[in-house]
C-alpha cells in the first residue's frame, strides 16, 4: 500500500511518517510527525485526517449545547468545572494541581468560556474564574427530556414483560406436574 491510500480504519504511522526509505519527507520532518502523533495519543492518526469529522465539528460548533457537551468532554476541564463549582479561582489557582503550564490551563477555561460555562471577572489586579449556572439549566432540560422518554420506553417494556408472565408458555404447567 503507497503512501497517502486510504485504508478502513485510517492511515497507519508508517504511511503518515514514512518506512525511513525516503517516501517524500525528511528524516527530520517525519520525526517530528511522528513524535507529534505520539504525543497526542493518536497511534493511528485516525483523527488527524478525517475530514469528515471536522466538518461535522465546525457544523456543531454552532450549536449551544453542542459546544457544551464537547467542551466537558475532556476531563482537566470537567475538573475544572467541579473545582469552581466550590468557589471562584484565578487561572494560577486552577492550575496548581496539573502538571501543565498555565497557559495550557487558561486555554482550557477559554474552551469552557466559550461554550458559555465559565467566564472571567476583573477585580483589581485579580481575574477570577466564575462558574454560570445558566447553562446548566440547559443542559439539565435536555437531559431530562431524553430521561423522560427511557422511563416511558421502560414502562412500556414492564407492561409487555407483566403480559407475558400472565400468559402461560407452553410446556411449563407440564413440568411443574411432573415435579
Given amino acids: 500500500m503507497t503512501r497517502g491510500t486510504r485504508r478502513r480504519r485510517g492511515w497507519s504511522l508508517v504511511e503518515l511518517v514514512g518506512n525511513g526509505s525516503g517516501g517524500g519527507r525528511s ?10 502523533l505520539v504525543d497526542n495519543g493518536m497511534g493511528s492518526a485516525v483523527g488527524l485526517f478525517n475530514r469528515l469529522v471536522e466538518d461535522v465539528r465546525c457544523e456543531m460548533a454552532n450549536d449551544r449545547l453542542s459546544r457544551v457537551f464537547s467542551a466537558l468532554a ?4 470537567r475538573d475544572i468545572v467541579a ?9 494560577n489557582e ?16 477559554r474552551v469552557l468560556e466559550d ?8 477585580d483589581a489586579q485579580r481575574r477570577p474564574c466564575r462558574l454560570e449556572g445558566e447553562v446548566f439549566d440547559l443542559m ?6 431524553y430521561r423522560r422518554e427511557a422511563e416511558d420506553r421502560f414502562r412500556q417494556l414492564d407492561a ?19 415435579s
Fill in 160 to 178: 409487555v414483560l407483566e403480559q407475558m408472565e400472565e400468559q402461560p408458555v407452553m410446556g411449563t404447567p407440564a413440568k411443574e406436574a411432573a
Fill in 83 to 91: 473545582r469552581l463549582a466550590a468557589g471562584d479561582a484565578t487561572v
Fill in 27 to 36: 528524516r527530520p520532518a517525519r520525526r517530528l510527525l511522528f513524535n507529534q
Fill in 115 to 122: 461554550a458559555g460555562l465559565v467566564s472571567r471577572s476583573r
Fill in 94 to 109: 486552577l492550575a496548581e494541581p496539573y502538571d501543565v503550564t498555565v497557559q495550557a490551563v487558561s486555554k482550557h477555561i
Fill in 140 to 145: 439539565t432540560k435536555w437531559i431530562e427530556r
Fill in 74 to 77: 475532556d476531563p482537566t476541564r
